[in-house]
């Protein structure tokens, strides 16, 4: 195969499934976290019932992804949001660290709190 | 009759004699100020910054959850502070904006052909809205039951 | 319906001026006059010197396309009546993100090299020879390209791309898409020489689907899904090439289903 110029691809892999994550599980998530239990319309599960669905592995392992891929969503579309509407596109190694640096921080963070939970 | 010419400084001309100076304009930093649809593109680029923050906030849960009941209690009564609920309602709408733009957006990006035809978009797009709904039932069972 | 229409027309003379600033004609409304009606109109009538390129009138050669009101449009696809019934005034400028030559004439040598840079043209490893008659082509295997060949070169699009004002190397939608119009068509063998040009910073990763493009083509053509086609092609191109480093994949997308 023809050579490519540029390892872009990856990160358009990246950015792709973690947009799609981000789009069909995080609003479910946002929306029972964050606005349905602090307002009170539901109960908030109690300590115990929370960890015994944290504790399985499968779940676990879908927290991982929810938390990594979605990163690497916002590390590619903020570092592109900073290019053209900002116009710092001479700072691009700087904004490349930034970006994929943070992503992959939160990445190894959520699997250091997820590999063991109790 | 001497043929001494006059030494005038004279600004250099807009032109060449056979080329012109083209004239080209700058693009502000604030373009994206300039027009509706721009500021659309660019809130939807932004709702990745939520994303983000959403990301942040699982985090700090799990983190409660493995400091024990009291931390766990703890968080509950922060996300319940009326700024941080302010701040994860403006999530949300940034966070469906991203869905709905994603998923209209997504049938341009994968044409499917059937019987030597593209099957229109929205055969594309209802599928990925319907898995949204099923997912989110079934991840407000596994919570809320 | 108003009898009278201002026409607000950037003028820009290099010899004199070092930027352009507006004037104002004020124009008769006719019910079926375009836009370049009423520029006819100004330089038969009024200033002789105003400068603008059209040949076709009828929105299928692209010559006159520029701002109007802010819009990259086709002016002699825009109706003057549209503007009248508002009571508005008409800002005509020459097309976004390009030099300007003079008054509404923008330079499009910038925009040919890339688009030549895409070669959108059949390419083919080995032509048939002439005995074995034509390449044929089913109407299926056209209706895969054939929204994408509908492009006029009009720069419409360019016009209305934000990454092509902040990054002039960008290559831009119509090159990107008439390049997927090749890489589709069954006939053609060179998507692999393409994808040098293509899946390159400035090729198509330089866009992020801001979507004005397809928004303003006159002729429907859909550069921004083309683009985003083309993403996803260059990323299995790219998978690819991890398993395959040697040797040169003659295959083509259109024959790859």
Known sequence: MTKHATNEPFFWILFSAGGMMAAIFIPIHLLL?????????????????????????????????????????????????????????????????ICYGGATLGTIIAAYLLWNIR | MSATRQQTIRPAPAYTEFHPRWYRPRVSVYWWLGEWHYLKFI??????????????????????????????????????????????????????????????????????????????????????????????????????? | MADNIVLEIARYSPESDHEPHFECYEVPVRREWVVLDALNHIKDTVDGSLTYRWSCRMGICGSCGMMVNGEPKLTCATFLSTYARNGSKVRVEPLRYFPIIRDLVTELGGFVSKLKKAKPWLIRDLEQPLSQGEYLQTPEQLDRYKQFSMCINCTLCYAACPVVGLDPIFIGPAAIALAQRYNMDSRDQGSAERTAVLAHPDGVWGCTFVGECTRVCPKHVDPAGAIQQYKIAAVLDWLKSFVTPRGRDVSNQAAND
């Open chain 2, 43 to 145: 809130l939807r680029e932004l709702s990745s910054v939520f994303v983000a923050w959403f990301v942040v906030e699982t985090l700090l849960l799990i983190k409660a959850l493995r400091g024990g009941p009291e931390a766990y209690a703890h968080f509950l009564q922060i996300m319940q502070n009326p700024a941080m609920i302010a701040l994860n309602i403006i999530s949300l709408f940034f966070i469906v904006f991203h869905t709905i733009t994603w998923f209209n957006l997504a049938p341009s990006a994968t044409p499917v052909r059937m019987g030597g035809k593209r099957l229109p978009d929205v055969m594309i797009s209802a599928p990925a809205y319907v898995a949204w709904a099923v997912v989110s039932a079934f991840i407000c069972w596994m919570v809320l039951r």
């Open chain 1, 33 to 97: 976290f964050g606005v349905a239990f602090p307002l009170g319309w539901f109960k908030a599960p109690s300590y115990d019932q929370l960890m015994s669905l944290v504790s399985m592995p499968l779940v676990r392992i879908y927290l991982f992804i929810l938390c990594s891929l979605p990163l690497f969503h916002w590390a590619h579309r903020f570092r592109y949001t900073l290019y053209d509407g900002l116009k710092v596109k001479h700072l691009n190694e700087l904004i490349f660290a």
